[in-house]
């Protein structure tokens, strides 16, 4: 198997280190290409109107002056001589649960080798700082070995909607042997953000930060927050579909179709 590792926070960073250690073990050939800095919340993005520049750093990894998105779409259109069976992403600092999947640059990697055909899942850290990274990562290529065992292996359906997959997985940050069983969960939802911050530049003019994460509205049982706050893996199949087709009836009528 060929596997193609990106990440949001940038090619030195911890988590993507301690998921390709891990990744190598199961024995496929894995090949990193990912940002040069931190692309946090850059979801889909992808650079239209500048150069992207590919260097390989010290580690050996490659890594690109552009988005997650960006890493992903060269590699797969240009850089890769041969086509990645599975796209991995993280693995992130931090959760990307609920509205936050929105705005990952870590779910937006993973997302782009999904558009182009490639199974792809999506890993992250529920709490920020790396705490327990090593046993995330063991977790990860455990979820990685059986993708490919149960899910890779098998002859693509003829339903194209159901091929490939999109995963978006959330691991708590505890010891291996504490960490839950995989529960397969819906996305919760968040109130608002907090208010913006305003701040005066040096120069006189005003500043915009965008506030923090509002805090969880729907951590129901089935949801992504619930299960990790249980010690559990939450593993959130996802597709890129937004047509909101139980609306489509009222709307139809609405412009007298």
Not at 86 to 113: F, K, P, R
Request: charged share 20%; hydrophobic share 40%.
């Amino acid at each position: 198997m060929n596997i193609l590792l990106s990440n949001d926070d940038g090619y030195t960073a911890p988590g993507l280190n301690a998921l390709y250690k891990a990744l190598v073990t199961l024995g496929h050939e894995v090949t990193v290409i990912a940002p040069e800095h931190n692309n946090s919340a850059k979801s889909n993005s992808i650079t239209l109107n500048s150069p992207l520049y590919v260097h390989e750093g010290a580690n050996g990894f490659r890594y690109v002056n552009g988005t997650p998105a960006d890493c992903v779409h060269i590699a797969l259109t240009g850089l890769l001589k041969t086509k990645p069976d599975l796209v991995v992403s993280g693995i992130n600092n931090g959760a990307n649960m609920g509205d936050d999947t929105i705005y990952s640059g870590t779910v937006g990697a993973a997302m782009e080798g999904y558009l182009f055909g490639i199974p792809a899942v999506a890993f992250s850290q529920v709490d920020k700082d790396w705490a327990h990274i090593d046993d995330a990562a063991r977790k990860a290529a455990d979820i990685v070995a059986q993708l490919i065992a149960n899910e890779l292996q098998q002859p693509v359906p003829d339903d194209h909607m159901h091929w490939p997959w999109l995963l978006n997985v959330n691991i708590p940050n505890l010891p291996y042997e504490d960490i839950g069983p995989v529960e397969v969960t819906r996305l919760g939802r968040r109130h608002a953000a907090q208010p913006v911050i305003e701040q005066a530049s040096p120069r006189g003019e005003t500043m915009y930060w965008i506030g923090a994460a509002g805090p969880v509205k729907d951590a129901e049982p089935g949801t992504d927050f619930y299960a990790t706050s249980q010690g559990r893996v939450a593993v959130t199949p996802l597709h890129v579909d937004l047509a909101h087709h139980k609306a489509m009836p009222k709307w139809r009528a609405s412009f007298g179709e």
